[in-house]
């Protein structure tokens, strides 16, 4: 079947036309016109702004959509929309996007939760090409995104029990907050990860011209391009001598809470300038920065390891999975699957693909696919009525099938 999804929830206008059959999903056209560079300009999402590009970008990105894939609305045979959550403004421009063309093209419409739809980018095969990924059950979903840290139990498809989630800020959420406080552009997560790169490289250096050639180790198969794959104890000390804190890392629950790191960044910058007799507005030197995103992103990546691999042991993971926007972090996705070949071999570990990493509407699709597969055909009825019965919801529950 054919499916057609949207995804507006943030600062991605997205459309994506995939082909699916049982499980083996093909993408047709996968269209994201990203807004990041206007509210970059703000420092983070403006909401109205948003809506105001998702509105002149729906029907472009819609009508590129049908043209890459080379197909018209008469062979779609699904819809889908996220439902929420994410912001109401942008979230709204989505959904009734949604629901006029399911109306006039007379075609069921699913509204899906965002988060679903980002563990499902797990499905999706690398290069949009068609691939059964076969993942077995139960199958344990670390989400990491700008709004969720969730440790997510998967006993089935479709079927999601949080048995732990962050207290207070999302872990992408913390990336973007240390990157503002050490002078970084929005959305910090990808300049906090380069910044890391380049200290490790640096300290890399240093340690190769020694005795340590051994560094490189943590070759896996999602990370044959990207450098910055050692562990972060192997490399040379660094001058600035700096510890962040690992918070709830022995809590003895699965939750998470990563306010605390980030206020840890606000006074290790206030010390450094109070000791070297910088004001607020002075730029921060370069090593510094790096060093300090260096360890923020290793104090985190430390905390989410730890937590992720005792949940899968004691709920008896078959799989672990890593979903959201953070999935895209070079040392998380490296140090993750290190630490499982090491610890817990028998476990599978699945990232997806880096170009389903962040928001996109093919995982919109996949989800919607895998519901539609479970459902019986009495349910699949109900969703003919979508057009009037989706409503966008800023703070939807992912719900089970
Ligand atoms: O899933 P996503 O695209 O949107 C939400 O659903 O929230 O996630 C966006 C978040 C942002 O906080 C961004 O800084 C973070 O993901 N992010 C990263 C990386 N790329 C994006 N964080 C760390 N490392 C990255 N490479
Ligand atoms: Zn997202």
């Not at 606000?266 to 910088?278: D, P, S």
Request: hydrophobic share 40%; with cysteine.
């Amino acid at each position: 079947m054919n499916i057609l999804a949207i995804e507006t929830s943030c600062d991605e206008t997205a459309v994506s036309i995939i082909s699916s059959k049982n499980d083996d999903l093909d993408v047709r056209a996968n269209v994201v016109s990203s807004q990041v560079e206007l509210h970059a300009k703000w420092g983070g999402v403006v909401p109205n702004l948003a809506a105001r590009e998702h509105t002149k970008n729906i029907l472009p990105v819609l009508t590129e959509a049908l043209d890459t894939a080379g197909i018209t609305h008469k062979d779609i045979d699904l819809l889908a929309v996220t439902q929420g959550p994410g912001l109401i403004p942008a979230l709204l421009i989505g959904t009734n996007a949604a629901k006029a063309l399911a109306y006039a093209w007379e075609k069921p419409l699913l509204g899906l939760h965002h988060i679903e739809g980002h563990i499902y980018a797990n499905w999706i095969s690398p290069k949009s090409k068609v691939k059964s990924q076969k993942l077995s059950f139960p199958i344990l979903a670390l989400v990491v995104s700008g709004g969720h840290t969730q440790l997510v139990l998967m006993s089935e498809h479709c079927h999601y029990e949080i048995i732990g989630q962050t207290q207070d800020d999302a872990v992408g959420e913390a990336f973007d907050k240390a990157a503002r406080l050490l002078g970084l552009p929005y959305p910090g997560g990808p300049q906090i990860s380069e910044k890391a790169r380049i200290f490790v490289q640096t300290h890399e250096d240093v340690t190769q011209n020694g005795a340590d050639k051994d560094i490189k180790k943590h070759s896996t198969e999602m990370g044959k391009d990207n450098k910055n794959t050692d562990s972060p104890k192997k490399l040379s000390p660094n001058t600035y001598d700096l510890k962040l804190p690992r918070p709830m890392l022995h809590s003895g629950n699965y939750h998470f809470s990563f306010s605390g790191i980030k206020t840890a960044v606000l006074y290790t910058v206030r010390e450094y300038q109070k000791n070297n007799g910088l004001t607020k507005d002075d730029r921060l030197p370069e090593d510094f920065v790096n060093a300090v995103a260096h360890e923020f992103q290793s104090a985190v990546t430390e905390v989410l390891i730890t937590k992720t691999l005792k949940a899968a042991q004691e709920y008896g993971a078959q799989t672990i999975l890593l979903a959201g926007g953070v999935s895209a972090n070079t040392q998380l996705r490296e140090e993750l699957a290190a630490a499982i070949a090491e610890k817990i071999s028998h476990i599978t570990f699945s990232v997806p693909p880096l170009e389903y990493c962040l928001d996109n509407a093919a995982m919109i699709a996949a989800a919607a696919s895998f519901r539609w597969n479970k459902m019986s055909d009495e349910q699949r009825e109900d969703y003919n009525n979508g057009w009037k019965t989706v409503l966008a919801d800023s703070n939807l529950k992912m719900t089970s099938l």
